[in-house]
């Protein structure tokens, strides 16, 4: 009795030092988690939150463009993100005369802000549980197959039966695995104008070497506006909309933090895997990260240099390039991490003692007694599968743009088989913009040079049973030289051509496919994707459905056998609270990090014309001038903080909340030591990044002139 207690005692110590971890949803924080927010400092109620009824902070939230999150900061539907967030936006508005990534872009009244096509934000109006509706008829004995197709109809099912709006929409998706569904009404506006960005030497000051790594001196933020209908409901963009109407915005404080505050952080983040099983977590380390981060390290070299020369490709490489660098960076910490928080020992304890309580049940040990086990194997299994998948998706999926151009044309010949020539007829208007938008930032003379060292890495590295024996011939052909088969391959084919292509679009759906089947590079792309697809995706796929049965009866199990544990889903792109506090970290052995940086820092990274740490000239008289308006404390001004909020991509956006509700930052990167945390999160040194709302408003204010927009917002000082 007394053991048992002594034991109770200590896992819920255990899970109070742990208590930043997790990504809560919304409706459930009354019941799981209003008690300790409010222990930790916060005086809101979940109420004020999360509600249906009324007003609350979850209708300032937005999912923004797919994969980052916003928030409304003044009932003018103004809308801030993070620079890297609307940097495609920024970036496709910029040309060498206007050029807005480099200088920055200030909208000086509503006239000037800049319409984005295709651009979105997304509300959540309600949530529900919808799982018992989704599991019925479900049973555990069901295959993966079965399972499925009931799962699918009823889904179908509890979506027509929710009561929704015209203009809205409702989505469910499976939580915890499949174990439970959760059912999103929505409301999408369509009309997202940018109104304010810095220039990149502020909102992306450090760049790449500063990227995931704390202390940071970065002003990742960007300002657009929601435009809506006469009616305030969403609308296509035309001139006649009008700034969007929130049901809340977000108050921002000017009073600053302090090391212990409490914070809050409520957005969008994009998917973690905290339940997988150790065999899983070690592959992933030891084996595919590897191979991502050394076809990376090739096309970084290439890209980085030709950009360091040219500042046209510097404009036409941006996206593209921060895109590959920041998850290439983003791997080689989580490895690192892992490794050094152990996490591979964590977890195999964990599992001892999860196999442990399961053998003294005699329930449990027939239906989880083996899932370890086979997990072993499968994953075993899977593992050579699961590396030509990684090296040919890296490789012609995601690095070499030819491939991947290839790739989405080879969309166009299937449709021209399956519906026939008139049935493309109409599309090819829409084909020909998305080749003016590849050819807008597309250097054939770069990518011949990632081609010839990525193909290097395919004919020496990949399986020679997942090669392909006509991608074989040609490199033998080539003397099995990659530069000699690049050169072959530009030379020779088409899609590189814009003026060939546009001919062939203007001459119809039959020209244009008989250019592409005619075409080398699209043959060499295609021998490899459908070698790949029938030797290496298909056996991936079969295994890969199996682990997910497993792992839905793995989290399960779980649940049941750690009942003193309190369980959050896996993020899975919807929206979600995670809580903590502004602190500080020991990084390793005598490095204490200080949770918060100041203008003074920037000063001191400063190089000099530097493509990543230059400082722009108005910003630097500024801080000689300690031209701070009311936003410095103790004659310092603010630029970044940390704190021990559980955040994923996707939470790039997201407002760091105070304890009553207010906006005190933006949350934009995790540090260095802690990106592991979406396998194998570790309270002592995970620390989300988040800009100071003070530094935003001094950007916005003193440095840009755009007063305007400061005055357009709700300033509070809460500590008095
Ligand atoms: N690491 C942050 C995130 O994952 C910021 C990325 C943008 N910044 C950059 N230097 N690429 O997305
Ligand atoms: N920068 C990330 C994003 O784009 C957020 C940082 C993270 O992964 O935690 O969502």
């Known amino acids: 009795m007394k053991k048992t207690f002594i034991i109770l005692l200590i896992t819920w110590i255990a899970n109070l030092a742990l208590a930043t971890e997790g990504m809560w949803i919304p409706l459930l924080l009354k019941q799981l988690n ?35 999150t916003g928030e409304v900061i003044s009932g003018q539907g103004l809308l801030l993100t993070n620079h890297h967030c609307g940097y495609g936006q920024i970036q496709s508005h910029s040309t060498l005369e206007n050029n807005y990534l480099q200088d920055g872009f200030w909208a000086m009244s509503r006239k000037e802000e800049l319409p984005n096509p295709g651009l979105s934000v997304t509300f959540i109006v309600r949530i529900e549980d919808v799982t018992a509706q989704v599991l019925e008829n ?83 933020f960007s300002l657009f506006r929601i435009y809506a209908g006469p009616d305030n409901k969403p609308a296509d963009y035309s001139p006649d909309n009008v700034p969007f109407q929130p049901r809340h915005f977000l108050p921002v404080s000017l009073d600053g933090v302090s090391e212990g505050d409490f914070t809050m952080v409520f957005g969008f983040p994009g998917r973690t895997e905290e339940y997988l099983p150790s065999p899983a977590v070690a592959q992933r380390v030891d084996v595919l990260n590897p191979i991502r981060i050394g076809i990376r390290d090739r096309s970084l070299n290439i890209i980085d240099e030709e950009m360091r020369r040219d ?20 791997w080689i910490g989580e490895s690192q991490g892992v490794k050094a928080t152990d996490g591979i020992g964590r977890k195999k304890a964990f ?81 020909q913009s998305y080749l003016d938008g590849f050819f807008k930032d597309y250097r054939p ?28 011939e040609q490199f033998v052909n080539a003397g099995k030289s990659p530069a000699e088969l690049a050169r072959i391959v530009f030379t020779k084919t088409k899609l590189v051509k814009p003026e060939a292509l546009k001919q062939a679009i203007s001459a119809g759906p039959d020209a244009f496919v008989q250019l592409l089947k005619e075409d080398y590079a699209y043959a060499l792309v295609r021998s490899i994707s459908e070698v790949s697809e029938g030797k290496v995706l298909g056996e991936y796929d079969r295994i890969q459905s199996e682990i997910d049965l497993l792992q839905q009866q793995y989290m399960k199990a779980q649940m049941e056998v750690f009942p003193e544990k309190r369980f959050y889903p896996d993020a899975n792109g919807t929206l979600r609270v995670t809580y903590g506090q502004v602190a500080g970290y020991q990084a390793r052995d005598a490095v204490h990090y200080q949770p918060m940086t100041y203008l003074e820092g920037v000063m001191e990274k400063y190089v000099p014309g530097d493509y990543e740490f230059d400082v722009p000239e108005k910003l630097r008289e500024l801080y000689r001038n300690k031209d701070y308006g009311s936003y410095a404390e103790d004659g310092k001004l603010p630029v970044c903080f940390i704190g021990s909020n559980h955040t994923t991509g996707g939470n790039s956006g997201s ?30 040194i995970c620390r989300n990044i988040m800009v100071d709302v003070r530094y935003i408003l001094f950007i916005v204010d003193k440095y840009a002139g755009a007063g305007h927009l400061v005055e357009e917002m709700k300033l509070v000082r809460p500590k008095g």
Not at 459 to 465: D, G, I, L, R, S
């Open 34 to 68: 209003e008690a300790e927010m409010r222990a930790m400092g916060m005086k809101m109620s979940a109420e004020d939150i999360y509600s249906v009824n009324r007003g609350s902070l979850k209708d300032a939230i937005v999912l923004f463009g797919g994969g980052c």
């Open 138 to 220: 479900v049973t555990p004995e069901m295959h993966y197959k079965e399972r499925q197709a009931w799962v699918s109809r009823n889904t179908e099912q509890a979506k027509s039966a929710a009561a929704r709006e015209s203009y809205q929409d409702v989505m469910i998706r499976p939580f915890f695995e499949g174990n439970q569904y959760y059912l999103f009404v929505t409301e999408t506006y369509r009309d997202i104008r940018l109104v304010g960005a810095p220039p990149s030497s502020i909102g992306k000051f450090g760049a790449d070497t500063d990227n995931w790594v704390w202390p940071r001196h970065t002003g990742d």
């Open 311 to 330: 500042p046209q490709v510097r404009i036409q490489y941006a996206s593209k390039q921060a895109r590959i660098a920041n998850a290439w960076k983003k």
């Open 351 to 431: 599992e001892r003692e999860f196999q442990k309580r399961v053998e003294a049940n005699p329930e449990w040990k027939k239906q989880y007694g083996g899932l370890l086990s086979q997990f072993e194997k499968l994953y075993a299994e899977q593992e050579p599968f699961a590396k030509s998948r990684e090296y040919i998706g890296e490789i012609a999926g995601r690095n070499i743009e030819l491939f991947s151009l290839a790739n989405s044309l080879h969309g166009v010949v299937k449709q021209y088989e399956a519906n026939g020539a008139a049935a493309l007829e109409s599309r090819m208007p829409r084909i």
């Open 445 to 472: 003379e770069i990518d011949q040079l990632v081609f010839a060292s990525l193909m290097e890495v395919y004919y020496n590295e990949v399986n020679p049973a997942h090669q392909s024996e006509f991608a074989i």
């Open 655 to 684: 407002p760091a909340i105070d304890a009553h509700g207010n906006l005190i930052g933006l949350n934009f990167d995790r540090v260095w030591e802690g990106t592991m945390s979406d396998i194998n999160y570790d309270a002592s």
